[in-house]
């Protein structure tokens, strides 16, 4: 049984940062990827990063050059780290993990299996 839980959200100010963590357990796809998703309110769930088995990373437009997705396999743990926030990086942040090499629609939710519960992200102006 694939099981995701997140951790590491919080208020932070724009400009600042944070880091999200997400402890996967029960995940046997050698294959498979990962990713980080994020739903405001009254708005779709969008996806921010996807990570592939090799390392190889996928971002959405809106967070490339200030989040970076990481994996740390001894540790069974994926990684989000967000710089230069802004007050509409505001979201509940979400882990998801996949059967599906990272290449095919990376950052599309319909696409993941497992997800985590969620983890909040507040950025003040």
């Known amino acids: 049984q694939v099981q995701l839980v997140e951790s590491g959200g919080g208020s932070v100010q724009a400009g600042g940062s944070l880091r999200l963590s997400c402890a996967v357990s029960?995940?046997?796809?050698?294959?498979?990827?990962m990713a980080w998703f994020r739903q405001a309110p009254g708005k779709k769930r969008e996806g921010v990063a996807c990570?592939?088995?090799?390392?190889?990373?996928t971002y959405a437009d809106s967070v490339k050059g200030r989040f970076t997705i990481s994996q740390d396999n001894a540790k069974n743990t994926l990684y989000l780290q967000m710089n230069s926030m802004r007050p509409e990086d505001a979201a509940m942040y979400y882990c998801?993990?996949?059967?599906?090499?990272?290449?095919?629609?990376?950052?599309?939710?319909?696409?993941?299996?497992?997800w985590g519960q969620g983890t909040q992200v507040t950025v003040s102006s």
């Open positions: 990570i592939g088995s090799g390392g190889t990373t």
């Open positions: 998801a993990v996949r059967k599906l090499a990272w290449w095919l629609e990376p950052l599309e939710s319909e696409r993941y299996n497992y």
């Open positions: 029960g995940y046997t796809y050698s294959t498979g990827s």
